[in-house]
């Protein structure tokens, strides 16, 4: 049972490794696109901030999670 819950821990938290690096990309490359569309969405330098700083604690907990696994 102590194995699975490992297992499930790794996976979670590589997932949210993984979703946390896409989110802080995106939020990299709208913040660089100096007003034009990015995936159909526009996106300011000030609204570029908020993904930034989910797909941060997103990729510091997913971290956390696989190594304390």
């Known amino acids: 049972m102590d194995n699975n819950n490992t297992n499930f821990r790794r996976f979670f938290g590589a997932s949210l ?9 995106f939020a990299l490359v709208a913040f660089l696109s100096e007003g034009k569309a990015v995936l159909g969405m ?24 696989v190594r304390e696994s």
């Open 17 to 25: 490794t993984v979703l946390g690096v896409v989110v802080v990309l």
């Open 42 to 65: 526009h996106i300011s330098k000030a609204e570029s901030a908020a993904p930034f700083i989910v797909g941060m604690i997103f990729l510091v907990t997913g971290v956390n999670l």
